[in-house]
């Protein structure tokens, strides 16, 4: 009106100005509403339960305030379902002095309430202390629509306030051109689930410094619900507060989060506080979906606990949740003095590809880049980089993804896979470890292979089963097991080493290598190496192989207890086997076991061979060379030997059982020093041997060489 300078608003006694339900306020282009000081320090606020329609232009905004600016008023509220602000090309200036239990802020919606704000400012807010449980503006329940507006405030010295709260899961937010400037925290605060159950899409502002999730020294966690949807844009940064007691805040998944950055434009979780690792908690998807792509997830990695806060992954994924990574970087979760571990997966999908892990983990600490627990779990790592401190290997714990058929392929960047514990592959279930994986087993931990396992190395890419420390000391992890008539698998020019050691529910036999109770020629062994290992390198128990192709080619190296031990029901045949170098007995059959052995070397051994317990050994075209004892025999066993070369044994037989000697020979066996089974131009095993039907050597040569030839004695065929 000409003249008139603005409406004052003055309620009733510690009363605000309430728009009712039914109602519209319509207030038109250079229109100012100011609202009076209320009663007992308060300040009065605008109400809207129906629904109020402010639309300015930008020669003529609308203007809502307090008379008095440096009281300041409760601001503009919308609450309950169906109630409605528009507000365009106004200014909300001076809330923050709520009545009774109002938010301390300009614009509020709450409860079902919606507001919709374009080409306006929203500034100057009058709380005078900290507030973390509210903003400027303030959703509880509540809708936002913000486009090209402006957020400005001039606070208090001193005083924290968010630019933006949402907290209940039923809240909205959509931001698109706004600009954030002069407030205390320029940043939305996502807190007590904050849009959790809605579907949002989070994108930058000019001059905001992200989306921080959980409420500083109150709340530290974060919990996408199941029916929440949230989508976050390039640029976006996402941070973390700190909890109560210093915890580290998480942001747990139970619904979907899509984080979509581009390579120069990645989407960025970090700390408020983003100077030091270990700042923040993490990444939780507990039965939800995510899917990062480009992203940067730096500074993870601090615990929850209480009164040590402990470690938390930096990503993490549980309860049948899904899990997708590409071309992230994952960098700075440290904790000096703990165990940390980048990724966890339990019982979940994990996809990680063309990421980098970078500066994770602490030298000479067990931390790990990936840790995979839980029957259910799979696991996919591909064209991933490891710039990392720690153990460079996944660990594999509780039985990890031995759910269904799973496959370890080679890991770039990493040694390979470290097991914790004992891993059990059930009857149905096979576990196929491809060319260049390297499998390395903690104290009192191993594979117990009830189904299947496949295991077949190429020309430079050996696969390899190992202790975690690999450094050749017999005894430090359990080995590989086939146990039981539903177990069957392949080795093929693989490495055991190292073991022989008890695990939890495993005693015995022990050894790198156990074939116990099998069905008939359930397990192929070829052209592998078993080495280090206490007790015994290999057992055979209560096993049947019948065809002289299934144990073909291997060598028993370097064992403080025996190399190959056969015992119980067990009838075996064996080609091309080398036992050298083992402080008991190279090959020994006990406990009336029976075993055919075809062009076999045992050399350097305590004992070469041993039969004991009412058993038998059957040989043909064997060299014994610089045994202790060659053969030793007990009372009630057996050994039957046929085309044998005896080299220099300090005792050639041992025993009172019955040993039979069929066609022998001496002589130097002259075997390459550089391994210690090779024949050499010089040695007397060349072409004395009898036909066996066996056509290759140790080495899947051919044999005899030249064609028509005798073979020669041992395992290996020399190359004339």
Same mark, same amino acid.
């Given at each position: 009106?000409?003249?008139?300078?603005?409406?004052?608003?003055?309620?009733?006694?510690?009363?605000?100005?309430?728009?009712?339900?039914?109602?519209?306020?319509?207030?038109?282009?250079?229109?100012?509403?100011?609202?009076?000081?209320?009663?007992?320090?308060?300040?009065?606020?605008?109400?809207?339960?129906?629904?109020?329609?402010?639309?300015?232009?930008?020669?003529?905004?609308?203007?809502?305030?307090?008379?008095?600016?440096?009281?300041?008023?409760?601001?503009?509220?919308?609450?309950?379902?169906?109630?409605?602000?528009?507000?365009?090309?106004?200014?909300?200036?001076?809330?923050?002095?709520?009545?009774?239990?109002?938010?301390?802020?300009?614009?509020?919606?709450?409860?079902?309430?919606?507001?919709?704000?374009?080409?306006?400012?929203?500034?100057?807010?009058?709380?005078?202390?900290?507030?973390?449980?509210?903003?400027?503006?303030?959703?509880?329940?509540?809708?936002?629509?913000?486009?090209?507006?402006?957020?400005?405030?001039?606070?208090?010295?001193?005083?924290?306030?968010?630019?933006?709260?949402?907290?209940?899961?039923?809240?909205?937010?959509?931001?698109?051109?706004?600009?954030?400037?002069?407030?205390?925290?320029?940043?939305?605060?996502?807190?007590?689930?904050?849009?959790?159950?809605?579907?949002?899409?989070?994108?930058?502002?000019?001059?905001?410094?992200?989306?921080?999730?959980?409420?500083?020294?109150?709340?530290?966690?974060?919990?996408?619900?199941?029916?929440?949807?949230?989508?976050?844009?390039?640029?976006?940064?996402?941070?973390?507060?700190?909890?109560?007691?210093?915890?580290?805040?998480?942001?747990?998944?139970?619904?979907?989060?899509?984080?979509?950055?581009?390579?120069?434009?990645?989407?960025?979780?970090?700390?408020?506080?983003?100077?030091?690792?270990?700042?923040?908690?993490?990444?939780?998807?507990?039965?939800?979906?995510?899917?990062?792509?480009?992203?940067?997830?730096?500074?993870?990695?601090?615990?929850?606990?209480?009164?040590?806060?402990?470690?938390?992954?930096?990503?993490?994924?549980?309860?049948?949740?899904?899990?997708?990574?590409?071309?992230?970087?994952?960098?700075?979760?440290?904790?000096?003095?703990?165990?940390?571990?980048?990724?966890?997966?339990?019982?979940?999908?994990?996809?990680?590809?063309?990421?980098?892990?970078?500066?994770?983990?602490?030298?000479?600490?067990?931390?790990?880049?990936?840790?995979?627990?839980?029957?259910?779990?799979?696991?996919?790592?591909?064209?991933?980089?490891?710039?990392?401190?720690?153990?460079?290997?996944?660990?594999?714990?509780?039985?990890?993804?031995?759910?269904?058929?799973?496959?370890?392929?080679?890991?770039?960047?990493?040694?390979?896979?470290?097991?914790?514990?004992?891993?059990?592959?059930?009857?149905?279930?096979?576990?196929?470890?491809?060319?260049?994986?390297?499998?390395?087993?903690?104290?009192?931990?191993?594979?117990?292979?009830?189904?299947?396992?496949?295991?077949?190395?190429?020309?430079?890419?050996?696969?390899?089963?190992?202790?975690?420390?690999?450094?050749?000391?017999?005894?430090?992890?359990?080995?590989?097991?086939?146990?039981?008539?539903?177990?069957?698998?392949?080795?093929?020019?693989?490495?055991?080493?190292?073991?022989?050691?008890?695990?939890?529910?495993?005693?015995?036999?022990?050894?790198?290598?156990?074939?116990?109770?099998?069905?008939?020629?359930?397990?192929?062994?070829?052209?592998?190496?078993?080495?280090?290992?206490?007790?015994?390198?290999?057992?055979?128990?209560? +096993?049947?192989?019948?065809? *002289? /192709? $299934? @144990?073909?080619? =291997?060598? !028993?190296?370097?064992?403080?207890?025996? %190399?190959?031990? &056969?015992?119980?029901?067990?009838?075996?045949?064996?080609?091309?086997?080398?036992?050298?170098?083992?402080?008991?007995?190279?090959?020994?059959?006990?406990?009336?076991?029976?075993?055919?052995?075809?062009?076999?070397?045992?050399?350097?051994?305590?004992?070469?061979?041993?039969?004991?317990?009412?058993? +038998?050994?059957?040989?043909? *075209? /064997? $060299? @014994?060379?610089? =045994?202790? !004892?060659?053969?030793?025999?007990?009372? %009630?066993?057996? &050994?039957?030997?046929?085309?044998?070369?005896?080299?220099?044994?300090?005792?050639?037989?041992?025993?009172?059982?019955?040993?039979?000697?069929?066609?022998?020979?001496?002589?130097?066996?002259?075997?390459?020093?550089?391994?210690?089974?090779?024949?050499?131009?010089?040695?007397?095993?060349?072409?004395?041997?009898?036909?066996?039907?066996?056509?290759?050597?140790?080495?899947?040569?051919?044999?005899?060489?030249?064609?028509?030839?005798?073979?020669?004695?041992?395992?290996?065929?020399?190359?004339?």
């Amino acid at each position: 009106q000409v003249g008139l300078e603005a409406y004052e608003l003055y309620p009733a006694y510690l009363s605000n100005h309430i728009v009712p339900v039914g109602s519209t306020l319509t207030v038109e282009p250079g229109v100012k509403l100011l609202t009076h000081p209320g009663a007992w320090s308060t300040g009065y606020a605008i109400i809207v339960e129906g629904t109020l329609i402010a639309q300015g232009t930008e020669a003529d905004p609308i203007v809502m305030d307090g008379t008095d600016p440096a009281w300041g008023w409760g601001g503009l509220i919308v609450q309950g379902a169906g109630s409605a602000a528009t507000l365009e090309h106004t200014e909300v200036l001076h809330g923050g002095h709520p009545n009774g239990s109002n938010p301390y802020s300009n614009v509020a919606a709450l409860s079902g309430g919606r507001v919709s704000i374009s080409h306006s400012r929203i500034a100057d807010n009058v709380l005078g202390s900290s507030n973390y449980a509210s903003g400027v503006i303030h959703l509880a329940d509540g809708s936002l629509s913000l486009t090209d507006s402006t957020i400005s405030n001039t606070m208090t010295s001193g005083v924290q306030f968010y630019a933006v709260y949402a907290a209940g899961a039923n809240s909205a937010l959509e931001m698109t051109g706004n600009t954030f400037s002069g407030n205390s925290i320029n940043a939305v605060l996502l807190g007590v689930d904050g849009l959790a159950g809605t579907r949002n899409t989070l994108r930058p502002q000019t001059g905001l410094l992200g989306y921080d999730f959980g409420v500083p020294y109150s709340s530290d966690t974060y919990t996408l619900l199941p029916a929440g949807n949230l989508t976050l844009e390039p640029g976006t940064t996402v941070r973390g507060v700190v909890g109560p007691w210093n915890k580290g805040a998480i942001f747990k998944v139970q619904g979907q989060l899509n984080a979509s950055g581009t390579a120069d434009e990645p989407v960025i979780f970090q700390a408020v506080d983003d100077a030091l690792p270990a700042a923040w908690g993490g990444i939780y998807v507990n039965g939800g979906t995510a899917n990062l792509v480009y992203v940067t997830v730096r500074n993870a990695g601090r615990g929850q606990g209480y009164p040590y806060l402990g470690t938390s992954p930096s990503l993490s994924v549980d309860a049948d949740g899904h899990l997708s990574v590409y071309g992230a970087l994952i960098s700075n979760n440290q904790n000096f003095g703990w165990d940390d571990t980048t990724v966890t997966v339990d019982n979940a999908t994990a996809s990680i590809r063309n990421s980098t892990f970078s500066n994770n983990g602490n030298p000479n600490e067990k931390d790990y880049p990936v840790s995979v627990s839980g029957a259910a779990s799979k696991l996919t790592l591909s064209g991933n980089q490891f710039d990392i401190a720690g153990y460079k290997r996944v660990l594999l714990k509780n039985n990890a993804m031995t759910g269904a058929d799973f496959s370890l392929p080679r890991l770039d960047g990493l040694e390979g896979y470290e097991l914790s514990g004992k891993i059990t592959v059930p009857a149905g279930v096979t576990l196929t470890v491809q060319p260049g994986a390297k499998i390395m087993g903690g104290w009192g931990s191993g594979l117990m292979i009830n189904g299947g396992l496949v295991a077949r190395s190429k020309p430079g890419q050996e696969i390899v089963f190992t202790s975690s420390t690999d450094d050749g000391t017999p005894g430090q992890w359990a080995g590989v097991i086939f146990s039981g008539t539903g177990a069957h698998g392949v080795l093929d020019g693989v490495s055991l080493r190292c073991g022989g050691a008890a695990m939890s529910g495993y005693y015995e036999p022990l050894g790198t290598l156990i074939m116990k109770d099998l069905a008939p020629n359930a397990v192929q062994v070829l052209r592998s190496q078993i080495s280090n290992s206490e007790t015994a390198a290999w057992q055979i128990v209560n +096993s049947n192989v019948t065809q *002289n /192709t $299934i @144990l073909d080619g =291997n060598r !028993v190296l370097s064992n403080p207890g025996d %190399g190959l031990r &056969i015992s119980g029901t067990s009838q075996v045949i064996l080609a091309n086997t080398v036992a050298l170098d083992t402080v008991g007995s190279g090959i020994i059959t006990q406990s009336g076991a029976q075993a055919a052995l075809l062009h076999t070397t045992l050399a350097g051994n305590t004992y070469g061979l041993s039969a004991k317990g009412s058993s +038998s050994l059957t040989l043909t *075209n /064997t $060299i @014994l060379s610089q =045994n202790t !004892v060659g053969a030793s025999v007990d009372a %009630g066993s057996t &050994i039957n030997l046929s085309s044998t070369l005896w080299d220099a044994n300090t005792t050639p037989t041992l025993g009172s059982g019955t040993l039979v000697n069929t066609t022998p020979y001496s002589g130097p066996a002259a075997l390459a020093p550089s391994d210690g089974y090779h024949l050499t131009l010089y040695s007397q095993a060349l072409a004395k041997g009898q036909s066996t039907g066996i056509s290759t050597d140790v080495d899947g040569r051919s044999r005899p060489q030249p064609a028509g030839s005798s073979p020669d004695l041992g395992a290996d065929e020399f190359n004339q």
